[in-house]
């Protein structure tokens, strides 16, 4: 030890100390209680510090595709906070801790980041057989601001100042968003204060009727209603009173289409090692069947093209043998024109314009070519074959 340089023992040091450290020194874990609201407010910053861009929130129970049941996460916009909130029951409690896996992701940049949260579930020791429960609906709040810690605990001093027995042991209990505000739901172990119990019967259910008359609420009726007023407006014909034993069992409720899969004999669980995919068929039907069916086609359409043409000599076949004399005859006028009109005096000599196709009628005909022409006057001022016309004015 003595030999080891001195930043090599002040690593060492700190190795036996994260060591021996307690597990909650190391990694922080939060504690719910069952029965009690838990709210964790889930910072932006914490995810990405340089940044105050669009950031969504993203949460999950470890090794699962959700949160548990009890257990939500809300986040107003992707420029606000989120908040894990929810109430535990006693089935929900454990003594070993859950990881929450909170991810970041930056709708700008597509950045993203992760977070974890260890969380313990611990059985909420009952002073009581009984619970008073009071819920409350606030109409001006929306439902982050009342999940702010701050706001949450303005809320229950004030209800303290109506419910003066419960300042000891008042928490809130349970809390959801309704369309007409927030329902938040405070317990305590303490008798209902004569003050609520007035507000829930005398001065609601009086011979005027203002909860249906009017629109305020009842709060210009509510002789309490200055405790809460004008930071929280609570809608008073809303109040509900609550008496809960704690003492009876429960029942124990299963969600719906909960099968335990497990527990049947006949289910087998899919297997994590899949088996090698073999694509010959795959690629035998969609390749090689149309490609034979499309090389057919191709045949088949030569075949009629290239196999049944007709040719030159069978249709001089089936021409009539009177309508070949008479074609054989005008081409050999107009060759007998051409070759005399080609060897007048100043046109240069040209072969005459015999054609093969010509030849070959000739041949199958069984006739000759005809002879050239041979000019009767050997005088070379002879006529033109056509007569010029001069045209007088």
């Known amino acids: 030890m003595s030999r080891l340089p001195l930043q090599a023992r002040w690593l060492f040091c700190l190795g036996l100390l994260y060591i021996q450290q307690p597990a909650g020194w190391a990694r922080d874990i939060d504690e719910a209680l069952t029965g009690k609201l838990y ?26 595709a959700d949160l548990p049941p009890w257990l939500h996460l809300y986040q107003p916009d992707s420029f606000s906070d989120g908040f894990l909130y929810g109430s535990p029951q006693s089935e929900d409690s454990n003594a070993k801790p859950i990881v929450i896996e909170l ?10 980041a992760k977070k974890k949260i260890r969380l313990r579930v611990l059985q909420q020791e009952s002073q009581g057989t009984l619970l008073r429960k009071v819920e409350f609906l606030i109409i001006n709040r929306g439902f982050a601001e009342i999940l702010e810690p701050e706001t949450l605990g303005d809320f229950l001093e004030r209800v303290k100042q109506v419910w003066d027995k419960a300042s000891q042991d008042l928490f809130a209990s349970d809390i959801r968003q309704t369309q007409e505000g927030v329902v938040l739901t405070v317990a305590s172990v303490a008798p209902h204060s004569t003050a609520l ?40 014909c809303a109040l509900a009173l ?38 010959f068929w ?18 088949v359409v030569s075949c009629i093209i290239c196999g049944f043409r007709e040719g030159q000599a069978s249709r001089d076949k089936k021409t ?74």
């Open 282 to 299: 795959d690629i035998f039907v969609a390749l090689v069947i149309p490609g034979i069916v499309l090389l057919l086609i191709i045949i």
């Open 103 to 112: 991810t970041g992701v930056n709708r700008d940049s597509y950045a993203t």
């Open 39 to 64: 709210v964790h407010k889930v910072v932006q910053q914490r995810f990405f510090s340089h940044d105050n861009g669009s950031v969504e929130l993203r949460a999950v129970l470890k090794g699962h």
């Open 320 to 393: 009539p043998r009177l309508q070949m004399t008479q074609y054989s005859n005008i081409r050999r006028a107009s060759d007998s024109i051409r070759y005399a009109s080609d060897h007048r005096e100043g046109v240069p000599h040209l072969a005459p314009a015999t054609s093969s196709s010509l030849q070959t009628k000739y041949d199958t005909l069984g006739s000759s070519a005809p002879p050239p022409y041979q000019p009767t006057n050997n005088n070379s001022d002879r006529a033109p074959l056509t007569r010029n016309f001069e045209v007088g004015t």
């Open 197 to 236: 119990q007035r507000v829930s019967t005398e001065e609601v259910y009086r011979p005027d009727n203002w909860c249906e008359s009017d629109n305020m609420h009842g709060v210009g009726f509510v002789s309490i209603n200055s405790t809460f007023a004008p930071n929280f407006i609570v809608d008073w």
């Open 242 to 279: 609550e008496q809960v034993n704690t003492s009876e069992p429960t029942a124990k409720t299963e969600p719906i289409n909960s099968i335990i899969f497990e527990s049947d004999p006949e289910f087998e669980p899919l297997s994590r090692f899949h088996l090698k995919r073999n694509y």
